[in-house]
């Protein structure tokens, strides 16, 4: 059973830095493209940032020049480094992954964690 693990969400004040962590855990043969996206009440969930296996990352223009995506892939975790966070930031995030494991070829999600940019 594989599982997506998220943290570092929390309150930050505006113009502040968060560093999420998303690391995948089971039985684990290997994983392809890994990303962040995001979520607000009543809006549909977004792409933030995405990183595939060995290529260049991808980034939601919204956050382009002050998000970081990064990979360990010895660690199967996956990073977002937000910089120069702004209110509109707020939202939960979410980890996934396409990932080869016993069960095959297959998305998962983690479970989100709660971002709040606010004085």
């Known amino acids: 059973q594989v599982q997506l693990v998220e943290s570092g969400g929390g309150l930050v004040q505006p113009g502040g830095s968060l560093r999420l962590s998303c690391t995948a855990s089971?039985?684990?043969?290997?994983?392809?493209?890994m990303g962040w996206n995001r979520q607000v009440p009543g809006k549909q969930r977004e792409l933030v940032a995405v990183?595939?296996?060995?290529?260049?990352?991808n980034y939601a223009d919204s956050v382009k020049g002050r998000f970081t995506i990064s990979r360990d892939n010895a660690k199967n975790t996956l990073y977002l480094q937000m910089n120069s966070l702004k209110p509109e930031d707020t939202a939960v995030y979410y980890c996934?992954?396409?990932?080869?494991?016993?069960?095959?070829?297959?998305?998962?999600w983690g479970q989100g964690t709660q971002v709040t940019v606010s004085s």
């Open positions: 089971g039985s684990i043969f290997s994983i392809n493209t």
């Open positions: 996934n992954a396409e990932i080869f494991g016993t069960a095959g070829l297959k998305n998962y």
């Open positions: 990183e595939t296996f060995g290529g260049s990352p």
